[in-house]
């Protein structure tokens, strides 16, 4: 690695040397306060969860008629944990899951590995969903206009509204629940003029339509990305939002994983993605271009028309490497995948044409096994709108949607909803559709409710509740059916509906106990016709014109849709990209910035017609030029006290996600973001990020490794042959971790199911602005480039950098506590507050730590943590430590930091003690794979592999053992810290020749001489 050019940097900050960056890596433990005072936008009363009920909730009896997991002890013993298994299905995420609860209350929740669809997989908004059930700004119960209502009177008022309404609608995001279906069903049958409506957010009606013609069928087919020898993604986040992106990734990381040795597999799946944001999907590819939106679909057009020589319309669309992936795919028939995130049915249909051409319908994807989690069609949400502003609607039902923020024309939704006769929305809080409806029917949340999903075809999952209803709130489906004159009780109808239509004969306890039915379907036998016109869906690409500045809206990793913008957690997640924290951004490339005249710290207003938003702008590298990428879900306006901050891009876009004629214009300067990505360095250290190429890769497995070597007097040795240390024994265990970084997606869920385990801190928007964020694991996300890139005055040298850093290559790194044998952090202790485990460890003693910070000053990975204040029970920093109910979700088995201490990984200390303990009373070791850490148990993609080092036949010793004479390495080997952590280099299939410097290193330096020979005269 020392003898390359190839330069990582964590952001254009340091990429460009900025002062800020310079000046504030000698000062490690704090940055200067935020320049020009408090934004309007900038609070730090977020969230009040001030309310005990909880507690009654969670101290009451068991919930009765759920199943745990494990088996659950006669009653609830303080301490002992139970695990309920249930399902997570909101704004088009799915997941089967497990809860862990403690002494009635839910307080983790972790992936149920019996699952087919995510296989224990999780994602940030999953994990951080069990913080919204302690949220305070929920309703405590039914409303009328504001005033407070029973239940009796609300249904008494509300059935006299159906009775006599000659038109109801029911409004919802798509279901996914054939329970809830079927109660839909029964009050249409009593209510003959109900018509059910669904929308999507994120919306993919155009895919529905085009499949309709296509293949006659109208549904969304599932995708097999492990089947994929070649994959294209075109404006397609499928690692991070798009569809089912926990089992995508899974599938696609099965593509990537490598393994050293004579036998092990050293081939992987090749990845192409066009884009004009960068994304996480994106920053894992091979092979990476830049396409404005406008030009997707003639992008498209022309990959079709170079596959199969045809010519269903023109493009001019060009590409550095188009011919390489037509030739890739041309070579990868029926093992191939192209997706495209357009909800334009024209460009769906071109993309269908080439994936019929390539022969992967059977094969990656199955039109036999559609996928439900996204079922809305466009056109029917237009067509209630004309009817609401007909006046021919009487009542209308809103069920988990809101409108009046999340679709376009929302402004326009608030005035038609408030002029219907009887309208009921079944919102938790009174939310921006809520506030304008007539009644207010509260459902609680999906930790207090009865439920079920059928993401796919053939595979169903249950829900159940796992702690007593906290406020009083009912179910949507109990008050409809209610409505209807039936039964009220849920449960009752749920277990009917399995019993008569699912289950088959199969037990129901069973089935709620694993959570999961999976029926066994064969896809062989599809018979697929592809039967749409290429040339008119060509022609209508075509019609579509663009011009000048164009806005991308795109769903983050952490916020989703919008609808837990009232969960801090995920408010202070760092955008996998961009690191910025709890708000969105205006994302423009450099070159943008200049022709607008912008730049770091300025704010900008962004207009599409009459609308408008005023947002910080953010230099992005990777963004398309002549285009503005802005996060949805943000600019809720009552989201509760913690989510009303960005601003709403979703009035820019009308059924696609983009728009064109946009406007920028910069409104002031000075602002500071709360943003990650600079605040720990490695000290101008090289051999952090270890990479290499495939063909490299399969020569020497060692490729792309740095194996330093220290020089004696006997020669150059290795680092780890000479030590002043002693060294420590390890008797019994020797807890480690593997991390493969060509599996890592940066997608951060190990970072939500890190804070939800161990009670980690949210400090705010000021605070992670300050460089004091607490998180115990980050996912460092490195730009490089081979471009020598050292800052010098010359003109053309500063071209050339910003050319290199255009579309830079990415990778992820998460990095937490190493635990060192030889521990920096040990001997400088005074209070001997750090010490080593017999098994490992670098422990923390929590009430013997002073707060002198030496041990961070030295550590060399900067992965310790200093608690400035005491953020719990503290108004200050008014999250869900400040009251008796938010702190219902801490973990017991974790001590709650104080101010003035230190913390760090402790590599989940709890559950290695809990499994020990476990296999003491069973008179036997632990199992590999019993005992997990939180991140490595949530990873989707197994990227994180933890275990015992001394257990021969655990997978981490296997690995270690293939791998360390192939990708395995030590971060900053060379100081002979001697980690417990080991990385796997990443791999990229990509060519030789296309991984070379595009300014040779000779060239730059003749650069530098000459920038030198200019500043010195």
């Given at each position: 690695m020392e003898n390359t050019t190839k330069r990582y940097w964590k952001g254009i900050e340091e990429y460009r040397n900025d002062i800020e960056v310079v000046k504030n890596?000698?000062?490690?433990?704090?940055?200067?306060?935020?320049?020009?005072?408090?934004?309007?936008?900038?609070?730090?009363?977020?969230?009040?969860?001030?309310?005990?009920?909880?507690?009654l909730a969670a101290c009451d009896a068991p919930v009765r008629k759920t199943i745990p997991y494990l088996k659950k002890p006669e009653s609830v013993e303080p301490g002992i944990p139970n695990y309920f298994a249930s399902t997570y299905a909101q704004g088009g995420d799915y997941a089967s899951i497990l809860v862990k609860t403690v002494e009635g209350r839910p307080i983790k929740i972790e992936g149920n590995k019996l699952s087919k669809v995510t296989r224990g997989g999780m994602s940030a908004r999953v994990h951080a969903s069990v913080l919204s059930l302690y949220d305070n700004d929920k309703l405590r119960g039914p409303q009328k206009g504001e005033a407070e209502i029973s239940w009796e009177d609300l249904d008494k008022e509300v059935m006299g509204?159906?009775?006599?309404?000659?038109?109801?609608?029911?409004?919802?995001?798509?279901?996914?629940?054939?329970?809830?279906?079927?109660?839909?069903?029964?009050?249409?049958?009593?209510?003959?003029?109900?018509?059910?409506?669904?929308?999507?957010?994120?919306?993919?009606?155009?895919?529905?339509?085009?499949?309709?013609?296509?293949?006659?069928?109208?549904?969304?087919?599932?995708?097999?990305?492990?089947?994929?020898?070649?994959?294209?993604?075109?404006?397609?986040?499928?690692?991070?939002?798009?569809?089912?992106?926990i089992q995508h990734s899974a599938q696609w990381a099965e593509g990537r994983k490598l393994v050293s040795g004579k036998d092990g597999k050293q081939t992987m799946s090749r990845h192409y993605q066009f884009e004009t944001g960068m994304t996480i999907t994106g920053s894992a590819a091979d092979y990476r271009d830049m396409i404005k939106p406008s030009e997707e679909g003639a992008f498209l057009v022309a990959l079709y028309n170079k596959l199969t020589g045809n010519a269903i319309g023109n493009s001019s669309i060009s590409s550095k490497i188009l011919d390489k992936c037509v030739a890739d795919l041309k070579g990868a028939?029926?093992?191939?995948?192209?997706?495209?995130?357009?909800?334009?049915?024209?460009?769906?249909?071109?993309?269908?044409?080439?994936?019929?051409?390539?022969?992967?319908?059977?094969?990656?994807?199955?039109?036999?096994?559609?996928?439900?989690?996204?079922?809305?069609?466009?056109?029917?949400?237009?067509?209630?709108?004309?009817?609401?502003?007909?006046?021919?609607?009487?009542?209308?039902?809103?069920?988990?949607?809101?409108?009046v923020f999340n679709l376009p024309n929302g402004s326009e939704w608030a005035d038609l909803i408030g002029k219907v006769k009887t309208s009921v929305s079944f919102a938790s809080r009174v939310d921006e559709t809520a506030a304008v409806c007539k009644y207010v029917a509260p459902a609680p949340h999906f930790l207090e409710s009865w439920g079920d999903a059928s993401p796919y075809t053939?595979?169903?999952?249950?829900?159940?509740?796992?702690?007593?209803?906290?406020?009083?709130?009912?179910?949507?489906?109990?008050?409809?059916?209610?409505?209807?004159?039936?039964?009220?009780?849920?449960?009752?109808?749920?277990?009917?509906?399995?019993?008569?239509?699912?289950?088959?004969?199969?037990?129901?306890?069973?089935?709620?106990?694993?959570?999961?039915?999976?029926?066994?379907?064969?896809?062989?036998?599809?018979?697929?016709?592809?039967?749409?016109?290429?040339?008119?869906?060509a022609a209508s690409i075509a019609s579509k014109k663009a011009s000048g500045l164009e806005v991308s809206v795109f769903e983050a990793i952490g916020m989703g849709d919008g609808s837990q913008a009232n969960n801090p957690w995920l408010l202070e997640l760092p955008d996998p990209i961009t690191k910025v924290t709890w708000e969105n951004t205006l994302n423009i490339s450099q070159k943008t910035a200049n022709e607008q005249g912008l730049e770091k710290g300025d704010w900008a207003k962004l207009t599409v017609g009459n609308y408008s938003i005023e947002l910080p702008v953010l230099i992005q590298p990777g963004q398309a030029h002549q285009t503005v990428s802005v996060a949805k879900g943000f600019g809720r306006t009552a989201a509760g006290k913690c989510g009303n901050v960005g601003a709403n891009p979703i009035p820019f876009t009308n059924g696609v996600?983009?728009?064109?004629?946009?406007?920028?214009?910069?409104?002031?300067?000075?602002?500071?973001l709360a943003q990650t990505q600079t605040h720990e360095t490695v000290m101008g250290r090289k051999a952090v990020v270890q990479e290499s190429v495939l063909s490299e890769y399969v020569k020497n497995n060692k490729a792309g490794r740095f194996e330093p070597m220290i020089e004696t007097s006997e020669g150059p040795v290795k680092p780890y042959s000479i030590s002043l240390w002693d060294g420590h024994e390890k008797k019994n265990h020797s807890w480690g971790m593997v991390i493969d970084l060509n599996t890592c997606t940066g997608c951060s869920s190990c970072l939500i199911s890190c804070q939800a385990e161990n009670n980690v801190s949210v400090v705010g928007k000021k605070e992670v602005a300050r460089a004091r964020e607490m998180h115990w694991i980050r996912i460092d996300r490195y730009y490089s480039t081979d471009a020598d890139t050292t800052y010098k005055i010359n003109p053309s040298h500063?071209?050339?950098?910003?050319?290199?850093?255009?579309?830079?290559?990415?990778?992820?790194?998460?990095?937490?506590?190493?635990?060192?044998?030889?521990?920096?952090?040990?001997?400088?202790?005074?209070?001997?507050?750090?010490?080593?485990?017999?098994?490992?460890?670098?422990?923390?003693?929590?009430?013997?730590?002073?707060?002198?910070?030496?041990?961070?000053?030295?550590?060399?990975?900067?992965?310790?943590?200093?608690?400035?204040w005491k953020y719990y029970e503290n108004e200050q920093?008014?999250?869900?430590?400040?009251?008796?109910?938010?702190?219902?979700?801490?973990?017991?088995?974790?001590?709650?930091?104080?101010?003035?201490?230190?913390?760090?990984?402790?590599?989940?200390?709890?559950?290695?003690?809990?499994?020990?303990?476990?296999?003491?009373?069973?008179?036997?070791?632990?199992?590999?794979?019993?005992?997990?850490?939180?991140?490595?148990?949530?990873?989707?993609?197994?990227?994180i592999t933890f275990g015992d080092m001394m257990d021969p036949n655990s997978k981490i010793s296997k690995a270690l053992e293939t791998e360390k004479e192939g990708r395995a390495f030590?971060?900053?080997?060379?100081?002979?810290?001697?980690?417990?952590?080991?990385?796997?280099?990443?791999?990229?299939?990509?060519?030789?020749?296309?991984?070379?410097?595009?300014?040779?290193?000779?060239?730059?330096?003749?650069?530098?001489?000459?920038a030198e020979e200019e500043q010195h005269g």
């Open positions: 890596a000698d000062s490690e433990f704090n940055l200067e306060d935020i320049e020009g005072g408090t934004h309007r936008r900038d609070f730090l009363k977020m969230l009040g969860f001030g309310v005990a009920a909880v507690s509204g159906l009775s006599s309404a000659s038109n109801v609608r029911i409004l919802s995001s798509s279901i996914v629940s054939p329970t809830a279906k079927k109660v839909v069903a029964d009050f249409s049958a009593k209510y003959p003029s109900t018509k059910h409506v669904s929308y999507d957010v994120s919306s993919v009606s155009g895919m529905i339509e085009a499949n309709a013609t296509s293949f006659g069928k109208a549904i969304v087919p599932s995708y097999d990305f492990s089947k994929a020898k070649v994959i294209v993604g075109v404006n397609c986040d499928f690692l991070g939002n798009w569809l089912s992106s028939s029926g093992a191939s995948l192209v997706v495209s995130g357009s909800n334009d049915a024209a460009i769906q249909t071109v993309v269908n044409g080439i994936n019929s051409f390539l022969g992967n319908y059977g094969n990656t994807i199955s039109l036999a096994k559609s996928n439900n989690t996204r079922q809305g069609i466009d056109a029917d949400v237009a067509a209630l709108a004309s009817e609401l502003k007909s006046g021919s609607v009487d009542a209308l039902i809103i069920l988990d949607a809101n409108p053939g595979s169903y999952s249950l829900q159940q509740p796992t702690i007593s209803l906290i406020f009083n709130t009912r179910q949507a489906e109990s008050s409809l059916l209610t409505w209807a004159g039936l039964d009220g009780d849920y449960h009752k109808y749920l277990k009917a509906n399995w019993k008569n239509n699912i289950l088959s004969g199969k037990s129901w306890v069973s089935a709620l106990h694993d959570g999961v039915l999976e029926t066994s379907e064969t896809l062989s036998t599809e018979n697929i016709t592809f039967s749409a016109n290429l040339g008119a869906a996600n983009w728009t064109s004629n946009a406007a920028i214009e910069k409104t002031k300067s000075g602002y500071t500063i071209r050339k950098m910003e050319d290199a850093s255009e579309n830079p290559e990415v990778v992820f790194q998460p990095m937490m506590c190493q635990h060192c044998n030889n521990a920096p952090c040990e001997t400088v202790c005074p209070v001997l507050a750090t010490t080593h485990s017999s098994e490992g460890l670098n422990q923390m003693t929590y009430n013997r730590c002073v707060g002198t910070r030496y041990c961070a000053n030295n550590c060399p990975y900067k992965v310790r943590r200093f608690n400035w920093f008014d999250f869900h430590m400040n009251n008796e109910l938010g702190r219902m979700v801490l973990n017991p088995e974790v001590t709650v930091r104080s101010r003035g201490v230190i913390e760090k990984c402790s590599m989940c200390v709890q559950r290695i003690q809990s499994g020990k303990l476990v296999a003491k009373k069973e008179k036997r070791r632990p199992v590999d794979g019993e005992i997990e850490t939180a991140c490595s148990q949530s990873c989707p993609t197994g990227a030590h971060v900053l080997e060379e100081i002979n810290v001697q980690p417990q952590v080991s990385y796997l280099t990443k791999i990229r299939n990509k060519d030789l020749g296309d991984a070379k410097a595009s300014l040779h290193h000779e060239e730059s330096h003749k650069t530098e001489a000459h």
